[in-house]
């Protein structure tokens, strides 16, 4: 809880819960009119009692103050506090279908998809096949961390606390806050040059801020503004497409479907890698924008929506990045556009350029349209950073934000010119650490507690030795023994481990997962003996001692 010091006079605050609901008891209605009215000490700026610490600052007055206009506005202004039961009552689970479909399609995804011809040097059908594959099977992995949104009705990192410990979670925060941000450099290089494309005028620099700037504003305004944007934004993402495709259609069909050389089973697992990395990576995303939807509905029909948002999008956006970058070698305007694989903006202008000044229309609402997969990381960042430390969790989240663009802008000016590099690099990270983090939670979840019952949130949520929440010895010697196993099967530019030298291609997220589960298994398994002991140990005692 969050208080700042009020002014001299009692304040009447009036709430604005999100989302509206007519579906609110009238137990919980009367509560919330009971606390209307505050004492001078407690001001409640936001609809679930998370208000900032006491602050008797200048700062720390004028935090406050731009914390309840934003409340009156009707945005939210909640941290991380967990959402409590009755107001999980939004029954638009159709969201999660738009959201996680409009922040995957669009030219970040397509961008994702031709690293397989242009990194790896892929034919089209080899392609296909990986993206096929690894699209069908890791969507799941996001699309079930969704269901952790509406049923506990927290952020992603602090749900987390319930497999790591209040203080081993302290670790993937750290290391979420990092990926993402990584992330959110490359979507905005990708962004950036695709506006800049649109006139000599503009340059990727100037594009990268325009972008950095409305992924800002969408992230201030919430996650209600948040549901409302990707509701909207796939529009002229999938009209901008579909010209692509009429345009360039007949010399795609003309591309060979094999490469010149024959792709080895080492750099079909590599781009398999790649591409799982940027899938799996909004994991630790889907829980965040759930935290308001109906606790009653079926795990499986969250879990169903969200499935195919991911599905839907990834797989012909996928597909039509690698076949419009495998064309880029035969098709001579294409390849200029490209520049050796460094400009995905370029290379989509090139294939619009036939259609005059409707394709610069398509392309300015392709760049405008990045936000939809910068705006859900950038919101993940603030939540992720927020649960590092109580320190940082009172800050308002309007403020990480501005700390996280003012970070991001100059990293994707210097990162754009080697964006290749930069994205493969980064996704390699974000797919390393990602894998043990989800075979821990899922491990987790499945093996000891069953149920989303069995997670006593409300009471163990910020409470470090609650019985409810594990010790963190457990996970954190799970991601220490396939952390070890990662670094001798990954293959990189800057570092092959031994196992991968032997022709494997990059192994390392797939021996991190299983590798996690085993070790997590067993580690938990002997905390949990050692639990049940002790309790046998004092019950033994009181009896003797009754």
Same mark, same amino acid.
């Given at each position: ?6 002014? *001299? ?9 999100? $989302? ?14 009971? +606390? ?28 406050? +103050?731009?914390?309840?206009? &934003? ?24 969201? #999660? ?19 397989? =011809? ?8 080899? *392609? ?45 925060? @750290? ?23 649109? /006139? /000599?005028?503009?340059? !990727?620099?100037?594009?990268? @801020?325009?972008? !950095? &700037?409305? %992924? ?34 007949? +010399? ?17 697992? %590599? ?11 909004? *994991?630790?995303?889907? $829980? ?115 700390? %996280? ?30 894998? =043990? ?16 019952? !069995?997670?006593?949130? &409300?009471? !163990?949520?910020?409470? =470090? ?41 990059? &192994?390392?997220?797939?021996?991190? #997962? ?33």
């Amino acid at each position: 809880m969050l208080v700042f010091e009020n002014d *001299s006079s009692t304040l009447e605050i009036e709430k604005y819960p999100y $989302p509206p609901s007519s579906n609110v008891s009238s137990r919980s209605r009367e509560s919330r009119e009971s +606390r209307e009215k505050l004492p001078t000490e407690d001001v409640l700026i936001t609809e679930v009692d998370n208000v900032a610490h006491e602050a008797k600052t200048k700062v720390g007055r004028l935090l406050r +103050r731009v914390t309840l206009q &934003l409340a009156r506005w009707g945005l939210e202004v909640n941290g991380i506090t967990p959402i409590p039961e009755w107001q999980r009552t939004d029954r638009r689970l159709y969201q #999660f279908f738009f959201v996680w479909f409009s922040a995957n399609a669009n030219i970040l995804t397509l961008s994702a998809g031709s690293v397989g =011809p242009a990194y790896y040097s892929l034919g089209v059908l080899d *392609s296909f096949y990986v993206i096929l594959f690894v699209d069908i099977f890791i969507c799941a992995f996001p699309a079930f961390f969704a269901t952790f949104g509406p049923k506990l009705g927290t952020r992603s990192m602090v749900q987390s606390r319930f497999s790591w410990g209040y203080y081993g979670a302290i670790v993937p925060s @750290v290391l979420n806050v990092l990926s993402m941000q990584g992330y959110l450099v490359v979507n905005t290089i990708v962004g950036g040059q695709t506006l800049a494309e649109v /006139s /000599s005028s503009l340059n !990727a620099t100037l594009g990268i @801020v325009i972008i !950095a &700037l409305i %992924s800002l504003v969408i992230t201030f305004c919430g996650c209600k503004v948040l549901h409302w944007y990707e509701l909207l934004i796939w529009i002229p993402n999938v009209v901008a497409f579909v010209v692509m495709l009429i345009v360039g259609g007949s +010399r795609l069909a003309s591309v060979p479907l094999t490469a010149s050389q024959p792709a080895t089973a080492a750099t079909l697992m %590599s781009f398999g890698a790649s591409l799982a990395a940027t899938v799996i990576s909004w *994991s630790t995303l889907t $829980p965040d924008y759930g935290v308001y939807h109906d606790h009653k509905a079926p795990a499986w029909r969250m879990f169903l929506y969200a499935y195919l948002g991911f599905l839907v999008a990834s797989i012909p956006t996928h597909m039509l990045g690698a076949a419009f970058a495998a064309a880029a070698v035969s098709v001579p305007e294409w390849g200029s556009g490209f520049e050796d694989g460094n400009n995905v903006g370029g290379l989509v202008a090139a294939v619009l350029a036939p259609t005059g000044r409707f394709g610069k229309f398509l392309l300015v609402m392709l760049s405008l349209t990045a936000p939809s997969a910068c705006a859900p990381t950038m919101y993940t960042v603030c939540t992720s950073f927020m649960t590092v430390h109580r320190a940082f969790a009172r800050l308002p989240r309007f403020v990480v934000a501005l700390l %996280s663009t003012a970070v991001l802008i100059p990293l994707a000016i210097i990162g754009a010119s080697r964006f290749y590099d930069t994205f493969v690099d980064i996704l390699a990270l974000i797919g390393y650490w990602l894998a =043990p983090f989800c075979a821990i939670v899922v491990t987790e979840h499945f093996v000891f507690r069953r149920t989303y019952a !069995a997670y006593d949130v &409300l009471a !163990a949520w910020d409470t =470090p030795r609650h019985p409810n929440l594990p010790r963190p010895y457990p996970a954190l010697c799970a991601l220490a023994v396939s952390t070890v196993f990662i670094v001798l099967s990954m293959q990189q530019q800057w570092f092959t481990g031994p196992i991968a030298q032997r022709g494997t291609g990059d &192994l390392g997220m797939l021996l991190g #997962f299983a590798v996690s589960v085993v070790v997590y298994t067993g580690a938990r398994w002997v905390g949990v003996s050692e639990t049940t002991v002790s309790l046998r140990n004092v019950l033994s005692r009181l009896r003797r001692t009754l």
